[in-house]
């Protein structure tokens, strides 16, 4: 396989170009076998660098190269009129090195909005695919730790077909990159029976039970957290406010815990004894672990990494960019709908 590269928009995000060059950095040391294009105005990211007292190694060997990318797209611009009138913005530039072939993937922290825009205009959809969607890994206690939920934002309004097929992106993913051969496919409801919810998931249930997938009906919300499922199907509405619900428990979950075990000597006591524990479990909550959420759908790989995106989570979208690449899911999920175009319809 040719050297992997992963492009990365480097003015993307709130903690941009900081957070680009430092987590591309840190992506690279100690790891071989791909390079990184940080894609933006060329003197910030060399004033970053030369802050940072880093990179130089990188950039001597061609493991790291600077694209320059003149025009920055904000979050508050609209998506489509961003993308075509700013055709050297960072992000429009990030993502025609995939288009091109000379990237395999993009990580950005930019507008979610113009990233799915610029990947459906510059990228294209794979063959078949409805309508892409965007899939994040939510932590989950059992199991191996996550479960994909897809669409997490990316379609307010779907058809049963879209559902369909989001189901399936979402278990040729996990097949792909966590060697799960049989994912179980969970459908988000209100209620465990059948009868249970609103028009789109009445008529996308019978779908599912037809599709060969490994379809265990469908799955409330309280169980996503639960490894009911290892992917979790719906819409992006429903996706999104789960996806947000789930950041805010998380959050006030551990400020309480942290507020709590200050009160006393005891408590304080038993919090230095099981700081390690309280560590490892907020670690597997904190989304700069699981680094961005591609966009699956598109002909290449595209991922969003979080607004607020620091050097850690930057680092993790860009070695899962990289895992992703290695083990061909792209070239799966292409095969699978050039092999069963017209099976979904809308």
Known sequence: MA?????????????????????????LDGREGFTVT????????????????????HLKTGRLV???????????????TAIKEKKNSSMV????????????????????????????????????ILRPAL?????????????????????????PAYLAQFARLGAVYMESLFNNPFPRIG???VGAETEKGNQLVKETFPILEKSGLNFTGN????????DGADVAVCDGFVGNILLKHTEGMAKALFSSIKKELKKGIVTKAGAILSRKAFTNIKTSFDAS????????GLSGLVVKAHGNAGKRAVMNAILKSVTYVENDAQARLMKYFAEHDGEFKE
């Open 289 to 296: 672990e699981v680094g961005g959420a591609p966009f699956l």
């Open 38 to 57: 940080l894609v933006g105005r060329e003197y910030s990211i060399h004033n970053e660098l030369v802050r940072m007292k880093q990179g130089s190694d």
């Open 135 to 159: 899939g994040v890994m939510v932590p989950t206690v059992g199991g191996f730790g996550y479960t994909l939920l897809i669409d997490a934002g990316a379609n307010m309004d779907c058809r």
């Open 187 to 189: 459908l988000v409801n």
């Open 93 to 128: 530039v990030a993502l025609r090195l995939v288009k091109e072939g000379t990237a395999q993937a993009v990580v950005s922290a930019g507008s979610t909005g113009a990233l799915l825009t610029g990947g459906l205009l510059v990228i294209g959809r794979i063959k078949g």
């Open 219 to 226: 799955l409330e919300s309280r169980d996503l957290a639960l």
């Open 66 to 80: 600077i694209r320059h990318a003149s025009e920055v797209i904000s979050t508050g611009e609209i998506p489509t």
């Open 3 to 27: 050297k992997i590269n992963i492009a990365v928009d480097a003015m993307g995000g709130d903690n941009a170009p900081a957070a680009a060059v430092s987590g591309s950095i840190a992506a």
